[in-house]
């Protein structure tokens, strides 16, 4: 069923254009909530267009039925995307032909290692194992009975690390040699890796905002670096801070976090009030779906997000709480 639209469509070729990209490994729950609101809302505020992405490339994670839950849920909550919703399963041509050209260009190699010989590879700053190298100058000859093959995106020397902007957050600079090393485009098993797939599908569909959780940032030089090696554009980063529990364990459909409750206004206002968005002073909270996105799109005020990676999510949205709601 298709929801009314609770925002016009953009008219036009857009100056902005943000995107909402689910993993379809579970039902919507708050923490996606987040990333859905805060992207939507940036987008609509400045009069661009919103676009929703499943992020279906890793297969064997996706759970049959998760993505039609997460769109209808998406429905119910009132949001409206331009154009039709993109499947990474369907675009697998795409990011082989973006393999290809790094692997032209020398900035990409084939690596032989198993799993088991980079457990003892150092951690990184991000609390990474960092790929030693061992396949960059071509597979050893110990190795090269093996089958199957990872594919590694060369970082290169490290003599600059890559940088960038987040709106948030400032300047940022990781330096990937010191805290990723080579790290894998294409999977032994023969998957497109996300860091990737996401890079190829935000160029291709022209987005210029990427507004997402703060979890995500730790890839985003990853994603940088391949941009440019790619000759793409570089879009601009807000990355918003990630629903916790009270442990500190952050709400996802890997944790086991519920699905969103079916009554779409007190958890739009909640989600709306953790991003440190006000509520109307001296007026009524809206008292309706489409009261709210009417107000959120028009308040929307990302100067007002709330500092710091993590925040705790109230009861009402932690699964695992017994507290009062
Ligand atoms: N698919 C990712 C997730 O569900 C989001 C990726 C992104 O926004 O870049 O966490």
């Known amino acids: 069923m298709i929801a009314k ?8 070729p857009p100056s902005r254009r943000g995107r909402f990209a689910p993993s379809p490994t579970g039902p919507l729950h708050f923490g996606s909530l987040l990333a859905a609101l805060a992207s939507c809302c940036d987008a609509r505020h400045a009069g661009g267009q919103w676009l929703v992405r499943i992020e279906d490339v890793d297969v064997p994670r996706s759970r049959p039925g998760a993505a039609s839950a997460i769109l209808a849920a998406l429905e119910r909550y009132g949001f409206v995307w331009d154009g039709p919703v993109l499947r990474q399963s369907e675009r697998t041509a795409l990011y082989a032909e973006a393999l290809d050209r790094l692997v032209a260009a020398g900035n990409a190699y084939p690596c032989a290692c198993t799993r088991r010989e980079l457990e003892s590879a150092p951690l990184g700053a991000g609390g990474e194992r960092v790929y030693p190298g061992t396949c960059r100058n071509g597979v050893p000859a110990a190795h090269r009975g093996r089958g199957q093959r990872a594919w590694r995106a060369a970082v290169g020397d ?3 690390p890559v940088e960038y902007v987040d709106r948030l957050a400032g300047r940022v600079a990781q330096d990937l040699v010191r805290d990723v090393g080579d790290f894998v485009v ?7 890796a996300y860091q990737l797939a996401v890079v190829v599908d935000d160029a291709q569909a022209g987005i210029t905002d990427v507004v997402r ?3 995500l940032a730790a890839s985003t030089a990853r994603q940088v670096f391949l941009q440019r090696r790619l000759g793409f554009p570089t879009p601009s980063y807000l990355h918003v801070p990630v629903a916790v529990d009270a442990s500190g364990v952050k709400l996802s459909k890997s944790t086991h976090a519920c699905a969103l409750p ?8 909640a989600a709306w009030r953790f991003l440190g968005q006000p ?9 309706s779906v489409a009261e709210f996105w009417a107000f959120a799109v028009a308040a ?12 705790v999510a109230a009861a009402a949205f932690d699964p695992r709480s017994t507290g009062p709601v």
């Open 300 to 311: 929307w005020s990302p100067s007002r997000l709330p500092p710091g990676p993590t925040l």
């Open 262 to 269: 079916d009554d779409p206004l007190p958890a739009l206002l």
């Open 213 to 215: 959780g703060a979890d």
């Open 279 to 287: 509520l109307p002073s001296g007026s009524a909270a809206p008292a």
């Open 158 to 160: 490290g003599s600059s």
């Open 5 to 12: 639209p609770a925002i016009a469509p953009a008219d036009g």
């Open 186 to 192: 294409k999977r032994a098993d023969g998957l497109f």
